[in-house]
């Protein structure tokens, strides 16, 4: 995605990415230690201060200025105020909203009543806020293009919306790295604790990567029955009762796939009571790379989850300077569509290998 606010022979002006990406830690940590925010080592905080030195970053009064007779205000609507890839999503996201002068605010929309109410005409949205950023939740083409008549620009992670910004993992990739790790090793028994996409906004991460990870098993001549798939509800709780749920079955499998790394979590309480060894007895692995699951040495397939919500809120702040630039209520700016889909990594730790001699 490119930008016409500077001519191609200027000096590109660092980000808060760039400054992330020199320092080796997340946006959302370089806000924090920059913001002089607790919970950030001074060790950190050093590093961090030294590269923003070194790249001369400061941040960006773009936005602020543009702001003059509007809200100066995004807003972040995820399906849940609780759990761990949401509010590391958010927090890259306030991370980049800071840098660029922007009030910041989240609301949890559960429902697509909700949403739909979020949205309405009759609610007035654009007094409350100049952009709005979705995360995992569904938005209507029809719904988008009354946000963008009404100048409020628009960006979304996990779902796309025709001609506005969207980042997405490809799930059905996650699934097949997940499958094609555990094949090499030798599994053939494998069962799967995911989730159910029987919600009303239509979170389809579940659905895709089982999708993907049931064609790569059969491409290789493995079935996946479905008592092989356990839901555990995209939580730690849901993992465990999966997961000993599995662990009771005649024949438990050898190893396990599980959708979050949360879920994972889980199901390694559930190895520790039935006193079964991750690695050794049942392989598991997950997918985040979650900040515990180095602590845990638990293999998983990482994807930069700080990341979708700093580069959803770059491309929202990028159409907000755009449109701010003489754009009028009946004639909305033509705002730049971009969709990003970044890259994920198999990340082998302890908790996956081949399956017992006698299994």
Same mark, same amino acid.
């Given at each position: 995605?490119?930008?016409?606010?500077?001519?191609?022979?200027?000096?590109?002006? #660092?980000?808060?990415?760039?400054? @992330?990406?020199? +320092?080796?830690?997340?946006?959302?940590?370089?806000?924090?230690?920059?913001?002089?925010?607790?919970?950030?080592?001074?060790?950190?905080?050093?590093?961090?201060?030294?590269?923003?030195?070194?790249?001369?970053?400061?941040?960006?009064?773009? $936005?602020?200025?543009?702001? =003059?007779?509007?809200?100066?205000?995004?807003?972040?609507?995820?399906?849940?105020?609780?759990?761990?890839?949401?509010?590391?999503?958010? +927090?890259?996201?306030? =991370?980049?909203? $800071?840098?660029?002068?922007?009030?910041?605010?989240?609301?949890?929309?559960?429902?697509?009543?909700?949403?739909?109410?979020?949205?309405?005409?009759?609610?007035?949205?654009?007094?409350?806020?100049?952009?709005?950023?979705?995360?995992?939740?569904?938005?209507?083409?029809?719904? =988008? @293009?009354?946000?963008? !008549?009404?100048?409020?620009?628009? $960006?979304?992670?996990?779902?796309?919306?025709?001609?506005?910004?969207?980042?997405?993992?490809?799930?059905?990739?996650?699934?097949?790295?997940?499958?094609?790790?555990?094949?090499? %090793?030798?599994?053939?028994?494998?069962?799967?604790?995911?989730?159910?996409?029987?919600?009303?906004?239509?979170?389809? $991460?579940?659905?895709?990567?089982?999708?993907?990870?049931?064609?790569? %098993?059969?491409?290789?001549?493995?079935? %996946? &029955?479905?008592?092989?798939?356990?839901?555990? !509800?995209?939580?730690?709780?849901?993992?465990?009762?999966?997961?000993?749920?599995?662990?009771?079955? &005649?024949? &438990?499998?050898? +190893?396990?796939?599980?959708?979050?790394?949360?879920?994972?979590?889980?199901? %390694?309480?559930?190895?520790?009571? !039935?006193?079964?060894?991750?690695?050794?007895?049942?392989?598991?692995?997950?997918?985040?790379?979650?900040?515990? #699951?180095?602590?845990?040495?638990?293999?998983?397939?990482?994807?930069?989850?700080?990341?979708?919500?700093?580069? =959803?809120?770059?491309?929202?702040?990028?159409?907000?300077?755009?449109?701010?630039?003489?754009?009028?209520?009946?004639?909305?700016?033509?705002?730049?569509?971009?969709?990003?889909?970044?890259?994920?990594?198999?990340?082998?730790?302890?908790?996956?290998?081949?399956?017992?001699?006698?299994?």
């Amino acid at each position: 995605m490119t930008t016409n606010d500077q001519s191609d022979d200027a000096p590109r002006r #660092a980000t808060i990415e760039d400054v @992330a990406a020199g +320092a080796g830690v997340s946006v959302a940590t370089v806000s924090r230690a920059l913001r002089g925010l607790p919970n950030v080592a001074e060790s950190t905080r050093k590093r961090v201060t030294d590269v923003a030195v070194r790249l001369s970053y400061r941040a960006d009064p773009a $936005a602020a200025r543009l702001a =003059a007779g509007r809200t100066g205000t995004v807003t972040v609507a995820v399906p849940s105020l609780n759990g761990w890839y949401f509010s590391t999503v958010v +927090a890259g996201a306030e =991370a980049v909203c $800071a840098e660029a002068g922007l009030e910041f605010q989240v609301i949890a929309i559960a429902t697509s009543a909700q949403r739909d109410r979020l949205l309405d005409e009759v609610y007035r949205i654009e007094r409350r806020t100049d952009g709005l950023i979705m995360i995992d939740i569904t938005v209507t083409n029809e719904q =988008a @293009a009354s946000l963008r !008549h009404r100048r409020v620009s628009l $960006a979304t992670v996990g779902s796309r919306v025709h001609e506005h910004p969207s980042v997405a993992i490809d799930d059905e990739h996650v699934g097949r790295v997940a499958a094609d790790h555990l094949l090499r %090793l030798g599994h053939r028994r494998i069962a799967v604790i995911g989730g159910v996409a029987d919600g009303p906004l239509s979170f389809d $991460a579940p659905v895709a990567r089982r999708r993907g990870f049931e064609s790569a %098993l059969a491409e290789r001549g493995v079935d %996946l &029955p479905d008592r092989c798939f356990a839901n555990g !509800h995209f939580s730690v709780a849901g993992g465990h009762e999966a997961m000993s749920t599995l662990l009771d079955t &005649p024949e &438990p499998p050898t +190893a396990v796939f599980a959708m979050s790394d949360e879920m994972a979590f889980g199901a %390694l309480m559930a190895f520790d009571e !039935h006193s079964v060894r991750p690695g050794a007895d049942i392989s598991i692995m997950g997918v985040d790379d979650h900040e515990f #699951a180095q602590v845990v040495d638990l293999t998983t397939v990482r994807q930069p989850v700080a990341g979708h919500g700093s580069t =959803a809120a770059r491309m929202l702040v990028d159409n907000m300077n755009r449109e701010g630039r003489g754009a009028v209520p009946d004639e909305p700016a033509a705002l730049e569509s971009c969709e990003v889909q970044p890259d994920v990594e198999l990340v082998v730790r302890s908790t996956t290998g081949p399956p017992r001699a006698d299994r």
